[in-house]
Nanobody, 124 residues
């Protein structure tokens, strides 16, 4: 059984930083990518950042590029999202995703497994 557990959510002032973690367990040896998505109140879930497991290639939504960094640990079982220069519009529930099968990395429908989410609130 696949399990993704996010942590690190918090309230922070604009301009601040946070680091999210996603611990993965289960049948993860064949995974190719892992990702972070977010969903603000009243909005659709959107892709934020993706990392390719075998070579650390990364992909970002334009709204976070240059401010957020996705990375993984050496064991390739934990994925991080370092978030700097946070803005109020970054406030959302952040979800970890795995099990990509498709062509569009930042589309929710291409991801099979999801964590329960961790909440980020950025105040101005």
């Amino acid at each position: 059984q696949v399990q993704l557990v996010e942590s690190g959510g918090d309230s922070v002032q604009a301009g601040g930083s946070l680091r999210l973690s996603c611990a993965a367990s289960g049948s993860i040896d064949k995974w190719n990518y892992m990702a972070w998505f977010r969903q603000a109140v009243g909005k659709a879930r959107e892709g934020v950042a993706v990392i390719r497991i075998d070579n650390d290639s990364t992909y970002y939504d334009h709204s976070v590029e240059g401010r957020f960094t996705i990375s993984q640990d050496d064991a390739k079982t934990t994925v991080y999202l370092q978030m700097n220069s946070l803005k109020p519009e970054d406030s959302a529930m952040y979800y970890c995703a795995a099990g990509f099968d498709g062509t569009a990395l930042l589309r929710t429908y291409n991801w099979r497994y999801w964590g329960q989410g961790t909440l980020i609130i950025v105040s101005s």
